[in-house]
T-cell receptor, first 111, second 116 residues
Framework: QSALSQPASVSGSPGQSITISCSGS?????????VSWYQQHPGNAPTLMIY???SRPSGISNRFSGSKSGNTASLTISGLQAEDEAYYYC???????????FGGGTKLTVL | QVQLVQSGSELRKPGASVKVSCKAS????????LVWVRQVPGQGPECMGW????????THAQGFTGRFVFSLDASVSTAYLQINNLEPGDTGVYYC?????????WGQGTLITVSS
């Protein structure tokens, strides 16, 4: 069982917006700014999409945005495109383990 | 551009050892820590720990102590993960990634299969 909780799957049609949640505790998501989101296509390494809750690395589309409220972080993808279909993982620093912990992943299907 | 290039897949028997390399390029090697991450098929990644590329100091996550050794050779900008006394449960894809808590660049992954 992963330390952070994510929905197993979400879906949306092209052009729509979707949001993926990532629930933790005050010892991780709720207590620190170190929440990141990764996109992973099957057979490939993860790609950093969001770091420090809301920041986007250079080259990542502004269709991807992050937020946090309490112990839950969220990734929103607007204007869904076929190439967004992938697994998405959240991660956070955890003071319990003094390392980064990950969620179990969410499979995004673009209908 | 930043690149992390890992060594190829490995097949080992239980009890054996394996060493995975991660060669960095495109940035000053000793300015960023390198993290090791394991991903079992169908599961989320797990942070195994990291090595400070400047000092060589290592930090191991719970469950990745003892048999798991992080090292580096700064002269060739390469980090290493060695796993000793392999168990079938060690089977998975092992990634190196740059920068603790951000993981901004990842290697392509190394599949390690432990089977008799």
């Amino acid at each position: 069982q992963s330390a952070l909780s994510q929905p197993a799957s979400v879906s949306g049609s092209p052009g729509q917006s979707i949001t993926i949640s990532c629930s933790g505790s005050s010892s991780d998501v709720g207590g620190y700014k170190y929440v990141s989101w990764y996109q992973q296509h099957p057979g490939n390494a993860p790609t950093l999409m969001i770091y420090e809750v809301t920041s986007r690395p250079s080259g990542i589309s502004n269709r991807f945005s992050g937020s946090k409220s309490g112990n839950t972080a969220s990734l929103t993808i607007s204007g869904l495109q076929a190439e967004d279909e992938a697994y998405y993982y959240c991660s956070s620093y955890s003071s319990t383990t003094n390392t980064a912990i990950f969620g179990g992943g969410t499979k995004l299907t673009v209908l | 551009q930043v690149q992390l290039v890992q060594s190829g897949s490995e097949l080992r028997k239980p009890g054996a050892s394996v060493k995975v390399s991660c060669k960095a390029s495109g940035y000053i090697f000793n300015t960023k820590s390198l993290v090791w991450v394991r991903q079992v098929p169908g599961q989320g990644p797990e942070c195994m720990g990291w090595i400070n590329a400047n000092t060589g100091d290592t930090t191991h996550a719970q469950g990745f102590t003892g048999r798991f050794v992080f090292s580096l050779d700064a002269s060739v900008s390469t980090a290493y993960l060695q796993i000793n006394n392999l168990e079938p449960g060690d089977t998975g894809v092992y990634y190196c990634a740059r920068e603790i808590l951000r993981f901004d660049y990842w290697g392509q992954g190394t599949l390690i299969t432990v089977s008799s």
